[in-house]
């Protein structure tokens, strides 16, 4: 699954002659692009912000719940763990087409294809805690998270059939589980929607190992089955820390094995990346999920 290509090309003239048009004050700060993504370019402004632009249109609403939303979620989650809650708002100009942000730049490093342990487990487990709460009824909408499972079937079963999916068949039979029991049926409750190791960052603790450092990237925000941030169990947990943010986690079994199935969701989906990080971090979530 290849990255989209960008539709307009972000890079540091932009980022600069925009600043100066809308935050002149931040303008001459040293601007350098610290990652692309699937949809957002940011570029690490001075030691303590970051621009947080859209590379393609389908992200341009997204950035906008950010806008809308991040900032009364942050107040929520701050006990924990920051989030990239805006700073600043930026509007189309220039020739640049949508709405961005300057955020916090945020410590800390993703899990990526390692695990984390007990510690970060145990402050997921607040953080959770403390998002999933009952949204407002124009939180933002997401067909694609949060939802019942079996909408999802026919995406899912369809990656599934091809051939890039390690351990394919064994996944089928855990979604085709997770998508037949009863939907979640309780009030929807504010969603991540995407908890997987790249937007969990980590650092060193004082007193050795690893610490959750950030949540990141909140654009598949959203609101409904709690279920879907549950997978970072798998996605990005190794055992004895999974155990652990079970222990941490008030949930059922039904949502339990719902979380499962979107563990199935979103390692299938990084599996078929054309970035090797993501591969890589998909085989061992899926073996998480189907070995323990």
Do not use: C, K
């Amino acid at each position: 699954m290849a990255t989209p290509v960008a539709e307009v090309d972000v890079d540091v003239p932009l980022v600069r002659a925009l600043l100066r048009d809308q935050h002149p004050d931040l303008a001459e700060l040293p601007l350098e692009v610290a990652a692309a993504g699937w949809d957002n370019v940011i570029v690490r402004l001075g030691d303590l912000l970051a621009v947080r632009l859209p590379r393609r249109e389908a992200a341009a609403t997204l950035i906008e719940h950010e806008q809308r939303w991040l900032p009364e979620i942050a107040q929520r989650v701050a006990a924990i763990v920051p989030v990239p809650d805006p700073v600043r708002i930026g509007r189309p100009a220039l020739g640049y087409p949508w709405s961005w942000s300057v955020v916090r730049w945020l410590p800390g490093t993703p899990v990526g294809v390692g695990t984390g342990g007990v510690h970060v487990a145990e402050a997921l487990a607040a953080f959770v805690g403390l998002l999933h709460v009952p949204a407002p009824e124009d939180a933002p909408v997401n067909p694609v998270r949060a939802v019942p499972l079996a909408t999802r079937s026919d995406a899912v079963v369809t990656r599934l059939d091809a051939e890039e999916v390690p351990r394919a068949r064994e996944l089928a039979a855990v979604w085709r589980a997770a998508a037949a029991l009863p939907a979640y049926a309780g009030p929807p409750v504010w969603v991540h929607g995407d908890l997987h190791p790249f937007n969990v960052l980590v650092e060193e603790a004082p007193s050795g190992g690893t610490r959750l450092a950030a949540v990141v990237d909140f654009g598949d925000l959203t609101a409904g089955d709690p279920a879907v941030d549950l997978a970072t169990a798998w996605l990005t947990l190794d055992r004895e820390a999974r155990r652990a943010f079970r222990a941490h986690v008030a949930a059922d079994d039904d949502t339990w094995e719902r979380a499962r199935g979107w563990a199935v969701s979103i390692a299938s989906a990084l599996s078929l990346s054309d970035d090797r990080t993501f591969r890589a971090a998909a085989r061992r979530a899926i073996d998480a999920v189907l070995d323990g």
